[in-house]
């Protein structure tokens, strides 16, 4: 039985924070029944210079609803399903919820036991609680873009939408322990994440490095400070040529040397000890980086494997899909579209032993509107294409 069998989620969410923390549920087995608006539905599947696979890769195993919150009866839809879910999440910008008139205090009206999650992008107080947000906002106020990048030149975007889906499964983990106490004590609650707040939550180690922090800022170090935790070209001279490198100990760097069949490197003065080697970091790096030139990224990568040192290759975006490792553990999955055709997908990294849920292709828009205003509100055909004619649902 899926582990979250039997929780139902009202899911009101758009573009990624609030869709990758109803997916996340979803894929542990919950029940979740995407709530979107006639029309375009949630913008992720329309937004500008980005494939209509983004919709798909945040919004799988759900199923849709469209109905017009704008209008009285398409509210009173939702007040009427209320009742019937555990769990209801939004993500919208500042004041849409209470423009619309269903914040925690109504839902929790027409069901006392409500789970209320609300992802915004400063929470839902303070002096930026009005302010719009998205992921490269989050990651700049969280400081994560003022530790990326080389010193000498700008701060960076990381690659990972982390602002976006990083606080996304943090809601999930909120949800999941707000459910479980619900089970302990029969109450609700509401629940708030702060994009900003949340994406700070990953930014611990880079502040801890920092002596007296709050006193200067973290520095920009590029892919590491020393030559053993750094970023090497390999054979083959493009631009994802490379290995990172972390031999974070001085057993590590043994074993790098040994890796190198460079023992001499142990006992070269210059690199002794680790003061040593931060002392002589260029050139320690040079020593290393000839090493690795000599080798494609993934004989390199082996290399390392046998000697007992961390490192990976740089992976681009296409090689993931094909990467015999992810392939092999299943987690690079094909699934079939009914207007794509078959699309891939990265899968799910928790796996628990006795909990199953095969991986369903997200929703058509408004999919689903008839099974649920059937099954929940015992709405017939005819009811539901009366609302139909009248726009206030799809």
Sequence with gaps: MPALDGLRILDMTQYEAGPSCTQALAWFGADVVKVEPPGAGDPARGIDNVPRDYFMYWNCNKRSIAIDLTTVEGRQLLLSLAPRFDVFVENYGPGVVAKLDIGYEVLKAANPGIIYASIKGYGLSGPYANRKCFDGVAQATAGALSTTGYADGEPLLPGPTTGDSGTGVQAALAIVSAYVQKLRTGEGQQI????????TYYMRTRVSMVPGWGERPAPRAGNGALAV???????????????????????????LC???????????????????????????????????CRYPKHEV???????GVPGGPVLDTSELLRDPHLVARGFVKTIEHPEQGPVPMLGWAPRLSASEVDLVAAPGLGAHTDEVLGADLGLDSAAVAELRARGIVE
């Excluded at 935790?229 to 994802?240: E, I, R, S």
């Excluded at 290995?243 to 100990?249: G, K, L, P």
């Design 192 to 199: 708030e994440v702060s994009m900003q707040e949340a994406m």
């Design 258 to 292: 040994t890796a190198m069949e460079r023992p001499d490197l142990v006992t070269d003065p210059r690199f002794a000890t680790n003061e040593d080697r931060v002392a002589n970091t260029a050139e320690l790096r040079a020593e290393i980086a000839a090493w690795t």
């Design 301 to 307: 990568a082996e290399r390392l494997e046998a000697a």
């Design 229 to 255: 935790n750094n970023l090497y070209p390999c054979a083959g001279g493009g631009p994802n040529d490379h290995i990172m490198i972390m031999a974070v100990t001085p057993r590590m760097f043994r074993d």
